[in-house]
């Protein structure tokens, strides 16, 4: 069961912290609290999509060379258990959603019916899958906000979908090199993509995400917002970290799980860290509250 709840990919919800650090509340121990809860609520909402997402594709995920070593399709997970954890978990996350308001528990059941509109319809849409995925991100960050009761600047969002179908779109492409001509077989909407199409939308992207979070830093609201027009100094970090990651998916046919890979490259998660703790440092520089 824990297997099957994927903990490796609830690395993915940390984004739901992006509100506390940006909004200025890392410092507030009630507004910490109620980040964790909604970390932990978004946790438990994603092990129910997992959960029902390996259920209604069992049959095909046998036929993967990877995913057929999933619990449920290698019937280590009986349907019936699987089902009756996701209804549990279900309750429990919603019932977290409503202790931290209205806002963040329409976010929840937003986050919730997206996914399962990705399962049932929308990852059978050629492009509409790489978006419905980049969108549950962006309701991540949101909820977040509606958590600490903080507003998410518009940037931030925008940052987060661009960041998001970028790997999307790299792990697209690691599933059509992997399986080759047999991709279709496996997964449908494989077969709309080509590695051409998917590097052009890679490179339309990764440019856009870099453009997207440099205007971010060198804002006038950003540098109001902070008192610091110095947070440019931390571009190179996400120019490294992209990068890093088009030559992990390149020349090392990495990228299938993005959440996997930032543990296992050292070199990616030094990036990633180094680039948090710098932007902590600067937002909350004594010299931002001496204004």
Same mark, same amino acid.
């Given at each position: 069961?824990?297997?099957?709840?994927?903990?490796?990919?609830?690395?993915?919800?940390?984004?739901?912290?992006?509100?506390?650090?940006?909004?200025?509340?890392?410092?507030?121990?009630?507004?910490?609290?109620?980040?964790?809860?909604?970390?932990?609520?978004?946790?438990?909402?994603?092990?129910?999509?997992?959960?029902?997402?390996?259920?209604?594709?069992?049959?095909?995920?046998?036929?993967?060379?990877?995913?057929?070593?999933?619990?449920?399709?290698?019937?280590?997970?009986?349907?019936?258990?699987?089902?009756?954890?996701?209804?549990?978990?279900?309750?429990?996350?919603?019932?977290?959603?409503?202790?931290?308001?209205?806002?963040?528990?329409l976010h929840a059941a937003g986050y919730?019916?997206?996914?399962?509109?990705?399962?049932?319809? $929308?990852?059978?849409?050629?492009? *509409?899958?790489?978006?419905?995925?980049? !969108?549950?991100? /962006?309701? &991540?960050? %949101?909820? +977040? @906000?509606?958590?600490?009761?903080?507003?998410?600047?518009?940037?931030?969002?925008?940052?987060?979908?661009?960041?998001?179908l970028f790997l999307a779109l790299a792990?697209?492409?690691?599933?059509?090199?992997?399986?080759?001509?047999?991709?279709?077989?496996?997964?449908?909407?494989?077969?709309?993509?080509?590695?051409?199409?998917?590097?052009?939308?890679?490179?339309?992207?990764?440019?856009?995400?870099?453009?997207?979070?440099?205007?971010?830093?060198?804002?006038?609201?950003?540098?109001?917002?902070?008192?610091?027009?110095?947070?440019? $100094?931390?571009?190179?970090?996400? *120019?490294?970290?992209?990068?890093?990651? !088009?030559?992990? /998916?390149? &020349?090392? %046919?990495? +990228? @299938?799980?993005?959440?996997?890979?930032?543990?296992?490259?050292?070199?990616?998660?030094?990036?990633?860290?180094?680039?948090?703790?710098?932007?902590?440092?600067?937002?909350?520089?004594?010299?931002?509250?001496?204004?």
């Open positions: 069961m824990f297997l099957a709840l994927r903990p490796a990919q609830w690395t993915k919800n940390l984004i739901v912290f992006a509100a506390l650090i940006f909004g200025q509340r890392l410092l507030d121990a009630g507004s910490v609290l109620r980040a964790v809860v909604a970390f932990t609520a978004f946790c438990a909402l994603s092990g129910v999509v997992y959960l029902v997402n390996d259920i209604v594709d069992r049959d095909a995920d046998r036929e993967h060379p990877l995913k057929r070593h999933r619990p449920i399709a290698a019937g280590d997970l009986a349907v019936g258990t699987a089902t009756v954890a996701a209804a549990v978990l279900l309750a429990l996350a919603l019932g977290a959603a409503v202790w931290l308001g209205v806002p963040f528990l919730v019916a997206l996914q399962l509109a990705y399962s049932l319809v $929308l990852k059978r849409q050629v492009i *509409l899958d790489v978006l419905s995925i980049a !969108l549950g991100f /962006v309701i &991540r960050a %949101s909820a +977040g @906000g509606a958590a600490v009761q903080v507003p998410v600047s518009q940037w931030l969002l925008v940052c987060t979908i661009l960041l998001a792990k697209r492409r690691h599933e059509i090199t992997l399986l080759g001509d047999d991709a279709a077989r496996h997964r449908a909407i494989l077969g709309e993509y080509t590695p051409y199409l998917v590097d052009q939308m890679i490179s339309v992207v990764s440019a856009s995400t870099i453009m997207g979070y440099a205007f971010y830093t060198v804002s006038s609201d950003t540098v109001e917002r902070f008192g610091t027009s110095w947070l440019g $100094l931390t571009l190179p970090f996400p *120019l490294y970290g992209i990068f890093r990651y !088009l030559y992990l /998916v390149h &020349r090392r %046919s990495q +990228g @299938g799980s993005p959440t996997e890979l930032l543990l296992a490259d050292r070199p990616l998660l030094l990036c990633v860290a180094l680039w948090g703790a710098t932007t902590i440092a600067l937002i909350y520089h004594p010299w931002t509250f001496a204004r």
